[in-house]
């Protein structure tokens, strides 16, 4: 593996700005194997640099007289040549066979390969699930505790596999406000496997994780290099049988990042694949939550190839000229970030044509299934439905990795309840076509919607039935393998009476109708504004519920048309 020193995208690297901002990210807190710029803070050398420092000296001077300015830094860091795989310690065992095998993807021969990467963001060790009862039992709980460490276990072992040029973290990776020393241990423990394995790591901090909040107490391991703050740098490698790449990335400072930091990169002046690792709020994808907000004018206008993203925890490829990816979490965290979720594995051929492809690491996924009432009759008929849409799940997981055959015939549309791969991308396939093997999922978290109108409206609605078809399921499935633990049944099902006729009614509950349709239309909504703002406006309140936004007044609008409908006796 080859590596230059690393550069500036502005060529201003000297003054107590920068030295300022390098000051976190420099080697003798993050023990940075690719950064060899000591003199910037030559006092901050640790004590195991200078046994290299020879070798670093020698890597800077082929720098300099090497046309394209990569130079050959493989001696300084235990970074082992990717082509050359041996026996991978702790990798897991669904990839022993790749790992033997030399872990290729594509079908190029290794002595010209592509260019291969790792990008994953967001990985959130030691974040608690959101939205689940005291109810859950012991041995759920015990997986749900632990699902962020066992994605990124996960992720460190394919890494360790398919030995790619490098890996990429676009920030998020714990969450400072937790203090979690078990997060920061296990992000050293994995990148010391990957080390290991010969696999360098690239950081770009985030806004749960900021560099001013990293502690120098654990050091990292000498395979990292950690983006320092404010303006970019960038580093060039040079793998002996693969084409050259660039990677620029600058890190949040803060948890409250509001500038721009994509508009700070631009291309440098090597003849390679460039990219850029920033974690941001994308313009295209979102307009709120703005953390060091970009453009995609901004990203365009840098002149980089890859974009390699963090903060968005929906996989998603955004754009593909020039390729701009979120890969989404390695595991989501509450019900709305449900489907797969992973990591994206990236290869680049000499010509710059970019493959990608996503491997599924989440151990729990999370699942809302739609259940239309209007078929059913019975309460007897809706429990033994409902238990098999939850057998259904429990398969569907259990057979997570494989290929399956589609209702067309089709091949290859591996399904997690319905879930294809994220953004487009195909599953992350070996040399002979086949799909890598994906990690267990080791249980589903399961919101049941009910819908539809229908007789059991009503039934559904008393006190305690919820509750009981609740109960039943989770004593049935919370013990399988994969576990199924049901969250919440909501019920979003109607009555099965003609809604205009009761409201043509002349009687009281006919007005109550009418008056709810009305409130439906959009002026009227923004009439009960300042009704609102006499409640919501208040401080105290604000700090414990929010404002109700149009999806959940709809929804409140629905929930008074029924109680008005029981209130008044409708059968």
């Known amino acids: 593996m080859n590596a230059s020193s690393p550069g500036d995208n502005n060529d201003s690297r000297t003054g107590p700005e920068q030295s300022a901002a390098r000051a976190p990210g420099t080697p003798s807190e993050y023990g940075s194997a690719l950064d060899v710029e000591s003199a910037i803070v030559p006092d901050m050398m640790p004590a195991a640099v200078p046994a290299v420092v020879s070798a670093v000296e020698g890597a800077v001077e082929a720098a300099a007289v ?19 795989i041996s026996d991978i310690s702790g990798t897991s065992g669904i990839y022993g066979g790749l790992a033997a095998s030399g872990g290729a993807l594509s079908a ?52 360790c596999a398919l030995r790619p040029d490098f890996v990429l973290l676009a920030g998020d990776i714990h969450n400072f406000e937790e203090g979690s020393l078990k997060a920061r241990l296990a992000l050293r423990d994995g ?8 696999v360098p790591v690239f950081i770009a901090h985030g806004n749960h994780d900021p560099l001013s909040r990293q502690s120098a107490s654990i050091r990292l391991p000498d395979n990292v290099t950690v983006f320092r703050a404010d303006t970019p740098e960038f580093f060039a490698i040079s793998p002996p049988d693969a084409p050259a790449a660039v990677v620029h990335g600058v890190s949040h400072w803060t948890d409250k990042e509001r500038r721009s930091l994509a508009r700070k990169f631009s291309r440098s002046l090597h003849d390679a694949f460039q990219i850029g690792v920033l974690h941001c709020t994308l313009d295209a994808v979102a307009t709120s939550d ?20 963090g903060h968005i925890h929906e996989p998603q490829v955004v754009s593909r000229s020039p390729y701009v990816v979120y890969p989404g979490s390695p595991q ?18 000499r010509d710059g044509a970019v493959s990608l492809a996503y491997q599924q690491l989440a151990p729990v996924v999370w699942v809302t299934e739609v259940v239309d009432i209007a078929g059913f009759e019975t309460e007897d008929a809706l429990d033994n439905a409902l238990n ?32 294809e791969a994220p953004a487009g991308l195909p599953w992350l396939r070996g040399a002979d076509g086949e799909r890598m093997p994906a990690p267990e999922v080791e249980g589903v978290v399961l919101r049941l919607r009910l819908t539809g109108r229908g007789v059991l409206d009503g039934i559904l609605r008393k006190p305690g039935a919820v509750d009981t078809l609740l109960e039943r399921l989770r004593e049935t499935w919370a013990q399988e393998r994969p576990f199924v633990w049901i969250k919440d049944m909501e019920l979003a099902c109607r ?5 205009e006729a009761l ?34 406006g208040k401080a105290r309140l604000r700090k414990v519920v929010e404002p109700p936004d149009a999806a959940e007044m709809a929804a409140l609008l629905e929930e008074a048309e029924l109680l008005c409908m029981d209130m008044l006796e409708v059968e």
Not at 338 to 349: D, F, L, N, R
Not at 388 to 396: L, P, Q, T, Y
């Open 108 to 159: 190029s021969s290794q002595k010209d390969r592509p260019l291969r990467f790792i990008h994953a963001a967001d990985l959130h060790l030691d974040a608690a699930f959101r939205g689940l009862s005291s109810e859950v039992p012991e041995a759920v709980r015990t997986v749900l505790s632990r699902a962020t460490f066992t994605a990124f276990s996960r992720l460190v072992d394919l890494g």
């Open 191 to 198: 990148c010391a496997r990957l080390a290991t394995a010969g």
């Open 388 to 419: 098999g849409i939850v057998a259904a799940a429990a398969d569907r997981c259990r057979h997570a990795g494989e290929d399956w055959e589609g209702a067309d015939g089709g091949e290859g549309q591996a399904d997690i309840s319905r879930m």
């Open 66 to 84: 090497h046309d394209s300015g990569i130079s050959d830094m493989s001696d300084i860091s235990g970074i082992s040549d990717i082509s050359g």
């Open 495 to 499: 009555p099965a009476h003609d809604m």
């Open 290 to 309: 703005l953390y060091a907000p970009a453009t995609m004018r901004e990203l365009r206008e840098s002149g980089l190839d890859y974009w390699a993203l």
């Open 332 to 349: 989501g965290l509450h019900i709305n970030e449900g489907g797969a979720h992973g990591c994206v594995v990236a290869e680049v051929s």
């Open 503 to 536: 409201r043509r009614r002349s009687d009281l509950l006919g007005e109550a109708l009418r008056v709810a349709a009305s409130l439906r239309g959009e002026p009227e909504m923004e009439a009960a504004q300042p009704a609102l703002e006499a409640l919501f």
